[in-house]
């Protein structure tokens, strides 16, 4: 049996790690975290299914290209390596999600911190590098956000977010695409953002690039 409910302190404020460490000790309750759950999953089933992979040639040289099949919706993710990527050594990551023709196309695409044209520069640079394109098919009501986006201004910040909708199930999928390349330590190419801890996926995210024109 199991219980997931709020724990409140005898001052009436919400426990915390060490309190329920404590708590848990004193009742004889055992105690697991959400990293715990994560990490137990993660080693036990997956949400991808790796397909094949082979040598791309790219307009920025070669990279492996890993294809990937989402088991809930069937979806291909592909993911495009550069380097021998290691666990144990800062890896140059740029999640991209959905990718669709039109960011194949457009080399300055606004609605993207990184363009997939100025993510490959920098990957190709970089000792070791991993762009994970999510959803390669994408959807007619995502292109079409994209397309209604041209009517607004390059700083319209709603045109901005169409490709932020980042849910924990994506974050999942990008972790696991991740973790089956051999990332261990991340550093990725994005604006900074909250997200979920990646420590139940055996992931470390060590800082962030902001965009190729910060870095100029």
Known sequence: AAVICEILKPDGTMARLPDLIEFAREHGLKIGTIADLIQYRSEHESMIERLGARVMETPWGPFESVAYR????????????????SPDVETLVR???????????????????WSIGATMEAIKAAPSGVLVLLNCQGSAEQLLDKVQA????????????????YDLRTYGIGA???RDLNVGKARLLARPRKMPSMAGFSLTITGYDTGPQSNS
């Open 150 to 165: 041209w009517n607004h201004s390059d700083h319209d910040p709603a045109s901005a977010e169409l490709a932020g909708r």
């Open 95 to 113: 999640v991209h999600e959905p990718a669709t023709l039109l960011d194949v196309l457009f080399c300055q695409d606004t609605n993207h911190s």
């Open 70 to 85: 989402d088991l809930a919706s069937g979806a291909l993710h592909l993911a495009l390596v550069h380097g021998t990527v």
């Open 176 to 178: 696991q695409i991740m």
